[in-house]
């Protein structure tokens, strides 16, 4: 008993102890030393810990824990808008919806022809209409730029020292002395993510391009491109003949440029790829209804960089696209057959 009277007493003293200590603990001062965040996982702790007040109806004993902002004041036309926008898309997506029947690779010229969307004949009967609406349009939004004059021998010396923090080293004054001379070297033009490009500089890059004859890849990404360049660069497609890929990502145009753009491809035969993802402003509804519309006129563009934002727009572009690499297809696999032909015919000739 003596050994359990003395453990009973130290066990006794111990809280005695613990006890005393509590009371010089400024239980204030330590929750006035806490951070917000401490103070809420405190709080969090300490919901766990205690049990719930059982005469608070279950659904009040839980707090709110959201933190949305509120979203603003009802604004009826912009839902009416959205509504109809909404009406359009699946109307859009209910008509591209139509199983479609892939021409057969035995079909002659004459039945591919025949064969044609009706859309499509639909488009390219009113192309001379359109082409007067697009010249009207490109015209009437941008400033007649003159050309820069020749440059002087001591230009040509002259190189430019300035070091973008891109890591883009193309040297800016070299490359648009090589397109304006027509250099067969210069097929590819990467001016993406140099900062601080000069808007006239970027006006002469896309105005030498229209009579370059040996540039494919024209890249402006993330260069500060704006709607004015956009109807420059829609321009410039409407008279180079050599251009297959343009890159304008990450850029400030607008749905009026990239329309302007689009409407301007079913002039261009050589474009197969065109990418205009990540625009500081929105396209809008309207626009990728108007792109997907106009793109039925052109048989060459194969890859579009750009996620639509209206499941209509999107499954006809996908079947525009689908149509154009069949197309290509079937001309590649025709010119082979012809090429064989020849070579076979020849063969015979010297045979004989």
Known sequence: MSSETHQFSETLEKWEGMYALSKDIDEDELLAMLSPEELKELQSEMDIMIAPDETVPVGQRQKDQTEKAPTGSFDHRSLVD??????????MLEEERVPATFKDDKQSPEDTEKTKEPSVQTEISHSEDSKQQAEEEVKGAQEEVKGAD????????KESTYKPPSGN????DSTLDKIRNNKPSVTEVNLNNIENIPKEMLLDYVNVLKKNKHVKTFSIANTGVDENIAFHIANMLRENRSITTLNIESNFITGKGIVAIIRCLQFNETLTELRFHNQRHMLGHHAEMEISRLLKANNTLLKM?????????RMVVTNILTRNLDMQRQEKKRRRIEDLTEKLVLMLNKGL
Do not use: I, M, Q
């Open 82 to 91: 959205y509504l109809y926008w909404e009406k359009e898309s699946k109307r």
């Open 169 to 172: 080293e193309t040297n800016l």
């Open 305 to 313: 960089g750009y996620h639509f934002e209206l499941p209509g727009p």
């Open 150 to 157: 020749s440059p002087s021998p001591a230009d040509e010396v």
